[in-house]
């Protein structure tokens, strides 16, 4: 018997939202308490500089932080590369996430650099996330450099492959998802090793097999990643 995934709304194969609960941690936990105090108001930072690789889930955790912003009251945005016109450099905001700023052209450092003058001036923190500590990008300006180093420069650590099966069951499990390493090691074998996009697949499987009221079985993770593919287009 086939499973009924056409009747199954699209809905359903949306990537979950992310959110620091989500996030597999690994060995990140104290950067992690810290985006959820400053986040929430509970600490204050001026900046934040997350650094390191491409997989190493730091998208994730600036869209979770403004998450936790949002859910505490707090004004709070995500800046895309993309939306950077979009945006007034003097809105007021108590937490301003800004994605690979070793990527960013002239006029986006321009306005990063007014920016963080006035989220800061008023008691607000920049986040941000680069491919290297910010003393180090020397493509950004004196200045603008110079700031983002003044707060809390931390790199995000990569889960190790050995380590990533391990972390990943105890994952489901903290969540209650009942999967076995069968399943899990078909996972892994034929999805990309991100850890934030693992994270989001496991809890995307849950709910398919809950909506179903079926098992975690192999058959049906490769029916939902055929259903997430078609709901994608």
């Not at 403004?66 to 937490?95: C, G, K, W, Y």
């Not at 008023?122 to 110079?146: E, F, V, W, Y």
Request: include cysteine.
């Amino acid at each position: 018997m086939t499973l009924a995934a056409a009747q199954i709304p699209f809905e359903l194969f949306e990537a979950e939202a992310p959110t620091l609960d989500n996030f597999l941690i690994g060995d990140n936990a104290e950067v992690v308490s810290l985006l959820r105090q400053v986040s929430s108001g509970l600490r204050s930072e001026r900046a934040i500089t997350l650094w390191g690789g491409k997989t190493t889930g730091k998208t994730h955790l600036l869209a979770a932080s403004v998450h936790v912003a949002q859910q505490n009251a707090r004004s709070a945005q995500l800046i895309p590369a993309s939306q950077f016109a979009s945006v007034d450099p003097f809105a007021d905001l108590d937490v301003l996430a800004v994605d690979d700023v070793n990527a960013l052209n002239a006029e986006q450092q321009s306005w990063l650099f007014t920016a963080f003058n006035h989220v800061v001036g008023r008691g607000g923190c920049i986040i941000t996330s680069a491919n290297a500590p910010p003393m180090q990008l020397t493509k950004l300006r004196d200045d603008l450099r110079t700031r983002l180093g003044s707060g809390v420069v931390t790199e995000i650590r990569a889960v190790p492959q050995d380590s990533l099966a391990p972390l990943l069951f105890d994952y489901a499990l903290q969540r209650g998802v009942q999967i076995n390493e069968e399943v899990l090691t078909y996972i892994l074998s034929y999805n990309q090793r991100d850890v934030s996009h693992l994270c989001q697949l496991i809890g995307g499987i849950d709910r398919y097999s809950l909506s179903l009221k079926r098992p975690i079985t192999i058959p049906l993770v490769r029916a939902y990643l055929a259903q997430q593919s078609v709901a994608k287009l």
